[in-house]
């Protein structure tokens, strides 16, 4: 390929790549192995792995712009947009470069994902700390990550007071006695705290 021009974007570090002949591409230098942006120059022309590399390049930023749309959207864990960069047919090789310069910039961030989730999952469910590392393991998250989300999650909020809610929601539903804990346990609240919330209601 020769190059016609090359232009660095808005989006900071990465450049649109014009050629002769062919379409335009973008390319960054974090997914360049050998080449260095400043060789990549107006007639510059290279052999075939230097072309492969750059085309590579290009590929990658294609998965990260698309990774850029979904967390433009909301707060995504690296495993669900995995998940959803798969589902569109990219390359897993260009999908983990991609999502490595994500994370590496702090774009793309488990933690703060996890801290997402658990505000909004609160809004429609009352549930206790099992139960939520347990969704948030199920969601692709490690279980430290998970545990440390949940433990600050209930320095903000009283886990006692949504297992009361919780109580109360399952009491409306008819449930009682054994039924009623077991629903309870479920939810992931302790059954020590059940026992005593069960005495005090």
């Given at each position: 390929?020769?190059?016609?021009?090359?232009?660095e974007?808005?989006?900071s570090g990465?450049?649109?790549?014009?050629l002769?002949?062919?379409?335009p591409?973008f390319?960054?230098?974090?997914y360049l192995?050998?080449?260095?942006i400043?060789?990549i120059v107006?007639?510059?022309?290279f052999n075939?792995?230097?072309d492969?590399?750059?085309?590579?390049?290009?590929?990658?930023?294609?998965?990260?712009?698309?990774?850029?749309?979904?967390?433009?959207?909301s707060?995504?864990?690296?495993f669900g947009?995995y998940?959803?960069?798969?589902n569109?047919?990219?390359?897993?090789?260009?999908?983990?470069?991609?999502?490595?310069?994500?994370?590496k910039?702090n774009y793309l961030s488990?933690?703060?994902?996890?801290?997402?989730?658990?505000h909004s999952?609160?809004?429609n469910?009352?549930?206790?700390?099992?139960?939520?590392?347990?969704?948030?393991?199920?969601?692709?998250i490690s279980k430290?990550?998970?545990?440390?989300?949940?433990?600050?999650?209930?320095?903000?909020n009283?886990?006692?007071e949504?297992?009361?809610?919780?109580?109360?929601?399952?009491?409306?539903?008819?449930?009682?006695?054994?039924?009623?804990?077991?629903?309870?346990l479920?939810?992931?609240f302790?059954?020590?705290?059940?026992k005593?919330?069960?005495?005090?209601?």
């Open positions: 390929m020769i190059i016609k021009s090359i232009d974007t808005s989006y990465m450049f649109k790549v014009c002769e002949e062919g379409t591409f390319i960054r230098q974090d192995k050998t080449l260095d400043s060789q107006d007639g510059k022309s075939e792995d230097e492969n590399e750059l085309l590579d390049a290009g590929l990658t930023c294609v998965v990260e712009l698309k990774a850029v749309e979904y967390l433009a959207r707060e995504q864990s690296r947009l998940q959803k960069l798969i569109k047919k990219y390359q897993k090789m260009y999908i983990e470069k991609a999502l490595d310069y994500l994370e910039k488990d933690e703060r994902f996890s801290r997402a989730w658990l999952r609160m809004l469910h009352c549930e206790g700390k099992t139960k939520l590392v347990n969704e948030l393991v199920s969601r692709g430290e990550i998970a545990k440390n989300a949940v433990e600050e999650f209930f320095t903000e009283d886990e006692e949504l297992c009361k809610r919780a109580y109360e929601k399952f009491i409306k539903k008819g449930k009682s006695g054994d039924k009623l804990i077991a629903a309870l479920n939810s992931g302790s059954y020590k705290m059940i005593s919330i069960n005495e005090n209601l």
